[in-house]
């Protein structure tokens, strides 16, 4: 028998300290939600991906990511945290990034995610999150702890720099501007 929302968060508020990973998969894989229990988190926007949350405790961060036809991340890092995501509805394709010897980034792989399906990363991995289908993306995220620095690249490898990203901020996108 899976968990509840309530049950869900509850479990997540008994981390005093960084969730592993695994354990964030795992809690992620377990939750049972009714059609459309967290559709109250869904507002999308046309000029970026929207980041809306739900739960924040000393150890996590849960939001509901909405993303339109065409939406996708830059490309990051999650310094310092973990992220897993679920696909709660649409599909979601995931790009990973690999550190080549001169610098530069190159595609690692691509991997697409339907609907219930989970991914974690953390720490240095580097990766983008894009819609790529012509039907609306609703992606469930836990970052623990809470997601506070990243660094965003270039696909040449070159380090934008550190965004700060608000633990939060309704309805906003990790960056202001993120297409």
């Known amino acids: 028998m899976g968990m509840t929302l309530p049950e869900f968060i509850a479990k997540l ?12 998969e795992a809690m992620l894989g377990a939750l049972d939600l009714s059609h459309g229990e967290l559709e109250q988190y869904y507002s999308f926007s046309h000029g970026h991906y929207t980041r809306n949350p739900i739960a ?7 939001l509901v990511l909405c993303w339109l036809p065409g939406q996708e ?15 709660l509805e ?6 990973a990034y690999d550190w080549q010897p001169d610098g530069s980034l190159a595609e690692g ?4 995610l339907l609907e219930g399906r989970i991914c974690g990363t953390q720490d240095a991995d580097i990766h983008r999150i ?7 993306l609703v992606t469930l995220h836990v970052y623990s702890p809470p997601l506070e ?3 965003t690249y270039k696909p040449s490898g070159e380090c934008i720099g550190e965004c700060h990203v608000p633990a939060q ?11």
Request: aromatic share 4%; net charge negative; with cysteine.
């Open 13 to 24: 508020d008994t981390y005093a300290d960084r969730v592993p990973l695994d354990e964030l």
């Open 56 to 62: 924040l405790g000393s150890a996590y961060q849960a």
């Open 73 to 87: 991340s830059v490309i990051h890092d999650h310094k310092g945290s973990s992220c897993a995501l679920r696909v």
């Open 90 to 95: 649409g599909e979601c394709t995931e790009v």
């Open 109 to 112: 792989g691509t991997c697409c």
């Open 130 to 136: 894009r819609n790529l289908t012509p039907g609306n």
């Open 149 to 151: 620095i990243m660094n």
């Open 169 to 179: 901020a309704p309805n906003s996108p990790m960056l202001a501007g993120v297409r």
